[in-house]
């Protein structure tokens, strides 16, 4: 009975070798494969986490400076976030904070470099509809509305979708394309929601411009209700 269990054993053993040597190679593969892959999913997310809590002791120190008015370590501190953690999304709100102190004191070419730097890298549609609406307005001020608006025009974010028709009219309007304007204004009231208090604001450029947006919006109303 010994004999016959030491020989089942024996040929299981040999099965084993057998199924080894064919698929052994093959197995360690995938086992390295699947292993590196789950070290380098958690060295990525060690690293991100890492490097958000980073990047967020620097836009704090950051903040500081904006807030004790000093733009030269403001500059420097955001100069540092973009070479160390430029796809962190704290580097995009230091970008678009230093460009608000810069445009406060007067430093356009500053803003406007710290604002294409957040258009141009930002993976955050936000962050970047933000940067180019601002940037826009430096344009606009600048009297290149050219350049403003094909700034507005690379828009992505729906959510900014009202903002950037209303800047539109700004734009068409002061050249006195007065049909271009009402279009935009137009779409920028109807995009609006009803309670929104900016609607007030895009109602009275409409009216400035001879156009009364309820009056238009009177007939569709009446429609629906037949």
Known sequence: MA???????????????HFWNQYGNLITGLLIVVLGAVAAWNGYHYRQRSQAAQSAAMFDEMSKS??????????????????RYASATYT????????????????????????QWVVDKSGDEGYAAIARLRLANIYFDAKDYAKAMTLLDGVADEAFAALVAD???DILAIQDKRVE??????????????????????????????VDPEALAAPKVAEGLK
Not at 3 to 17: A, G, I, R, S, T
Not at 93 to 115: I, M, N, P
């Open 3 to 17: 004999n016959q269990l030491d020989l089942e054993e024996q040929e299981q053993l040999d099965q084993l070798k």
């Open 66 to 83: 904006v807030a004790a008015g000093d733009l030269a370590m403001a500059q420097r501190t955001f100069s540092d976030m973009k070479e």
């Open 92 to 115: 995009q709100q230091a970008g678009l904070a230093l460009a608000r102190q810069a445009s406060d004191k007067g430093e356009l070419d500053t803003a406007k470099t710290a604002l």
């Open 167 to 169: 800047r539109k009219g």
């Open 181 to 210: 304007a009402k279009a935009a204004y137009l779409v920028a009231y109807q995009k609006l929601e009803e309670r929104a208090q900016y609607r007030r604001v895009i109602q009275v450029k409409l009216n400035a411009l001879g």
